[in-house]
């Protein structure tokens, strides 16, 4: 992406599952050169906000609703089903499913994996916040089961991606394979891990490990087109 006036330009990585769905939008912003982000999370969140806005905007959504998660390491999952007026954030929820176009679903994430889920048969989309805490509760398979409560998504028709995490030998924990274990027993089939370790590259990703909680956020977007 080019240089803008909002700051550096944004690393973003795009995955070929979901670039192969004709009907959805998505993309995985890194880490932002230039930045200073040894601070806590809110401030971090505050010094990229313009980068982050200027980067929906390049990926052709200037002016669509932004939708994000409070994020406390839990469970719940928010259902967004009608027309936002404005940008929202979804208190006590680790998850965002829609089957509402023109709206983003936005994750944050700095060693824990963002999920992306996608039914091209209901067309509906899921982004779900799921590191240890998360993946202990079972986030991915409680959006799974929301989707089919709320859409009528059948986990057999759903694609799942996962986002760079933080894994062994610089985890002592590997939730993203647990991830995936959880999402086939759900009962889907198409599940695809990216298999990139955030605290392996600090050129590329924000780890809240790594930097010892002082650091940024990279940015999981998704969106029905």
Partial sequence: MPADAAGPAPAAEF??????VGFVRHAFIGRIPGIDVATDREEALTRLESVHRAARAQLGVSGNVFATAEQVHGS???TIDRPLTSDHSFDAADGLITNQSGVWLGIYV???CAVYLVDPVQRCVGLVHSGKKGTELGIVRRAIETMQDRFGSLPRDLLVQLSPCIRPPHYEVDFAEEIVRQSRAAGVTEVHDCGRDTAEDLTRYYSYRAEKGRTGRMLALLALG
């Fill in 15 to 20: 995955f070929p599952s979901l670039s192969a």
């Fill in 110 to 112: 700095a060693d824990c």
């Fill in 76 to 78: 719940d999952v928010a």
